[in-house]
């Protein structure tokens, strides 16, 4: 379906910044418009989030589950979303390596389902929404990650 990619430097090294990145309590405190959490583990949190979206009104159930990692060079993460007639299934996967004096994060996010309403929204509002969403969580990555050092 719908794919995007980039890369991402840090200046923490691969192992410290690999613990971060496949830590799901870690992740939730960087997404946006989350309500709330009710559940909270290493690999996989679930939270209730509002976008701020014209073309999906109300709340989201957001699971995030790290499905697979390879310290400290990879990871695989799944991302399913369920609203009042809307659905959502996302996968994203990293690739850490070193760079300069920190580390060089390559991701991909694709969206693999879209269902209910979803499905009629044009294809380029869900890019535009998409990207706005992914440079968000980024930004909030790297300033958590700031003020951790």
Do not use: Y
């Amino acid at each position: 379906m719908t794919r995007f990619e980039g890369d991402r430097d840090f200046t923490q090294p691969p192992t410290d910044l690999f613990a971060k990145l496949i830590d799901a309590r870690f992740l939730v405190t960087c997404l946006p418009d989350v309500e709330s959490v009710s559940e909270q583990e290493a690999d996989r949190a679930v939270l209730t989030l509002r976008p701020g979206l014209a073309f999906a009104r109300g709340t989201l159930e957001v699971t995030l589950q790290v499905v697979e990692k390879t310290p400290p060079t990879a990871a695989r993460m799944l991302l399913t979303s369920k609203g009042i007639g809307s659905s959502s299934a996302v996968e994203a996967s990293l690739a850490l390596a070193p760079h300069n004096d920190g580390t060089r994060v390559h991701w991909v996010a694709e969206v693999k389902e879209l269902g209910g309403l979803l499905k009629m929204v044009p294809q380029g509002l869900i890019r535009g929404a998409a990207e706005k969403v992914l440079n968000n969580a980024w930004a909030a990555v790297e300033a958590k990650l700031r003020q951790k050092a």
